[in-house]
């Protein structure tokens, strides 16, 4: 278990460091990107480009694996339905996402950057978590796939 | 923000660091890179997985930015007002949850798995987020 910790937070350190570096952590920039009638910039799409090609290998490598190489097992989302959840919630965070120039791993790692914007930002954020989980207590955070 | 070929350079960069670190999560310990279902996990706001690894994915992220500001990275940033952080921050964690993703989970694990669901919902946040900042532009609401 404290292997897997040491793991996650050596992942989730290079995870920040990218976003400060790709400079997703400026909601100017983000904002940039969906502006599409205005100031646009492309930065965002340069982003996604560079973090697609590692994540593509590495999706044809877990093809190859019996299980994770620090782990028990894969614990992966099966879920193929396109349901009303699904689009109604991207409708819902993409408005957000541009309201306020941010996502959540650009949020969290600005609580060491910019912390007061980033943790009015964050707690709305976990005052919207909160709301769904009220409203569907037993919801799984990813519909799992019909047997 | 206008681009250049600098910050082209340094989204290139950062975007192969993120790429490379959820290409970790996924091989190591067998888990997708979706920022908005860890800090749910690690908030104690969802049921799902081991919050001890969550927690430490999301600890890692502020510190790996401040890393990487002590290591020089332009980090300078602007923000909207309070009431637009409050707002979107709701409309963000609401959306990820109720549509099982975001940026990272759909946008980069899932779009490079070429998951049906993920390519769709990238493709709706990315239409309502262009939108929304389009409506905000014609009320006069962006400078």
Known sequence: MIRAALLALACGLVFGAGLAISGMTNPARVMGFLDIFGAFDPTLAFVMLGALAPMSVAWRLKARLERPLAAQKFSVPTATVLDASLVVGAVLFGVGWGIAGLCPGPALANLALSPLPAAVFVSAMACGMALYRMLRPNAPSTPQKQK | ?143
Not at chain 2, 8 to 21: D, P, S
Not at chain 2, 47 to 53: D, E, M, T
Not at chain 2, 127 to 134: D, K, N, P, R, W
């Open chain 2, 1 to 143: 923000m206008a681009a250049s070929l600098s910050s082209i350079a340094h989204g290139l960069a950062g975007g192969v660091m993120i790429g490379c670190a959820a290409a970790a999560m996924l091989l190591l310990l067998g888990r997708v890179a979706g920022v908005s279902s860890l800090t749910a996990q690690a908030f104690w706001l969802s049921n799902q997985g081991s919050r001890l690894v969550a927690t430490a994915f999301v600890i890692g992220l502020p510190a790996g930015a401040a890393l990487a500001k002590f290591a020089g990275a332009p980090v300078e940033a602007s923000f909207p007002s309070i009431p637009y952080l409050v707002i979107g921050g709701l409309f963000v964690g609401f959306g990820a949850r109720l549509g099982s993703g975001c940026t990272s989970g759909h946008g980069v694990c899932g779009v490079s798995r070429l998951s049906n669901r993920s390519l769709l919902a990238t493709a709706v946040f990315m239409a309502t987020g262009m939108l929304t900042v389009a409506a905000m532009r014609a009320s006069g609401a962006l400078s």
